[in-house]
């Protein structure tokens, strides 16, 4: 992988991982919380072996790329428009796009945005989600009432900041490990529960022992990454949440035009809050849905080979 940072507009530097050649076609692939664009590293090569130009950015707020102070600055306009300046710099008027958590909401706002400079997408884990009834934060309180929920706690600046930051490597490992196919439902379960006082970290799992699917140095990135920019710039995209549904009113029961299809893991306990069937409705030219066994919420790490030959043979029916 060749990294390189570049200027997107509105005073973002993004920092890029990217494989193949300059003038091929382009895929780009958006990472979610809390990844990095080293999150697609086995679906780099395979891209660009495949001829393509495959480029993952570290997102706002990540990595190596600029990290606003101000909460508003995270709203989905501004990372969508991080994309599409992205293009802008690699030279392509359309692009496939790739998007796995997080990173799956932007991609489904710029197919709604901007369907002009999109070839095809693809969501992973997240599935493509029609504009909510109401503000997002006001049904999570409705749904949740007493308990605990991560997006809800996620919402107090500073709070979250303290808990992710305070041992970035206990964050990352656990993390990782809670919602990965190698957990089992005892340790899903610690995330849920009454609002008693702990937070996120507390209630993470910590692996028994070295995992399957991502190896000490692979993980010793994140770490790092993490140590040095603290977990406040990915926690500020949920900060967003309710100004992001005020932004999208004219998207507001949209159908998605371009093709487009998903790839999730069986054990994602994501899945069962976002159920991808719903795409059905909602995505006019759906090529597929992917459920990969043995895998759980970091699907892309988890079974590459599998997620690879999902996402090769939807941008080969791309043309």
């Known amino acids: 992988m060749r990294e390189r940072t570049v200027a997107v507009g509105n005073g973002i530097d993004m920092h890029l991982y990217e494989d193949g050649e300059p003038g091929a076609p382009v895929v780009v692939l958006c990472h979610g919380f809390p990844e990095l664009g080293y999150s697609w590293r086995h679906q780099l090569p395979a891209l660009a072996a495949a001829g393509y130009h495959a480029v993952a950015p ?64 693809m969501w992973m884990s997240v599935p493509f989600i029609a504009r909510a009834p109401a503000p997002p934060t006001q049904i999570f309180k409705q749904i949740f009432t007493d308990m605990w929920f991560y997006m809800l706690y996620f919402q107090e600046p500073g709070v979250a900041d303290a808990d992710l930051g305070r041992d970035p490597a206990t964050t990352i490992r656990r993390f990782l490990h809670t919602v990965s196919g190698e957990a089992d439902l005892a340790q899903l379960a610690q995330m849920a529960g009454a609002r008693d006082g702990r937070g996120l970290v507390e209630r993470l799992s910590e692996p028994d022992g070295p995992s399957a699917w991502i190896t000490p140095d692979e993980l010793g990135h994140y770490v790092a990454a993490f140590t040095r920019t603290g977990y406040t710039g990915g926690l500020n995209w949920y900060r967003n949440l309710d100004r992001n549904w005020s932004l ?33 409705q909602w995505v006019d030219d759906l090529r597929g849905i992917t459920m990969v066994p043995g895998a759980g919420h970091w699907v892309q790490q988890e079974k590459p080979v599998e997620v690879n030959e999902a996402l090769l043979a939807f941008l080969r029916g791309l043309g």
């Open 58 to 121: 570290d997102q706002r707020g990540y990595g190596g790329t600029t990290c606003p102070a101000a909460i508003e600055d995270y709203d989905i306009v501004g990372l969508t428009d991080d994309i599409l300046g992205l293009l802008d710099v690699l030279g392509t008027d359309r692009a496939a796009l790739v998007g796995h958590d997080w990173g799956s909401n932007v991609v489904s706002h710029l197919v709604l945005r901007a369907p002009e400079r999109v070839r095809g997408a």
């Open 248 to 280: 999208t009113e004219a998207y507001d029961g949209a159908h998605v035009t371009v093709p487009g299809a998903y790839v999730g893991g069986q054990a994602d306990p994501v899945v069962a809050m976002t159920p991808p069937d719903g795409m059905k």
